[in-house]
Nanobody, 122 residues
Framework: QVQLVESGGGLVQAGGSLRLSCAFS????????MGWFRQYPGKEREFVAV????????SYADSVKGRFTISRDNAKNTMYLEMNSLKPEDTAVYYC???????????????WGQGTQVTVSS
């Protein structure tokens, strides 16, 4: 059974940076596409960024393109989201997710972390 544990959320001022981490365990990490999603209160979970098992293919939501970078270290079974130039509208709970094989920008992922809060003050 895959387990995902996020860390790195917190409070930051607008224009600042944060790095989220997602530790993966239970299966062969490199065989899983990974993604970051976020959820605003009362809203559906939305796609932020995803990447393939090798890390060679990535996709970003338009709202974060050029500011966020998704990456993974398959030797450490960990995925990251580097968030720069943060804006108040980035405030949300961020979730990491895993699905076997192909990436997807939908929420059709098999496994989810518990979420980590990111708050950007203006």
């Amino acid at each position: 059974q895959v387990q995902l544990v996020e860390s790195g959320g917190g409070l930051v001022q607008a224009g600042g940076s944060l790095r989220l981490s997602c530790a993966f365990s239970g299966r062969t990490f490199s065989m899983y596409a990974m993604g970051w999603f976020r959820q605003y209160p009362g809203k559906e979970r939305e796609f932020v960024a995803v990447l393939s098992g090798t890390g060679s293919t990535t996709s970003y939501a338009d709202s974060v393109k050029g500011r966020f970078t998704i990456s993974r270290d398959n030797a450490k079974n960990t995925m990251y989201l580097e968030m720069n130039s943060l804006k108040p509208e980035d405030t949300a709970v961020y979730y990491c997710a895993a699905r076997f094989a192909r990436i997807s920008t939908t929420t059709n992922y098999n496994y989810w972390g518990q979420g980590t809060q990111v708050t950007v003050s203006s």
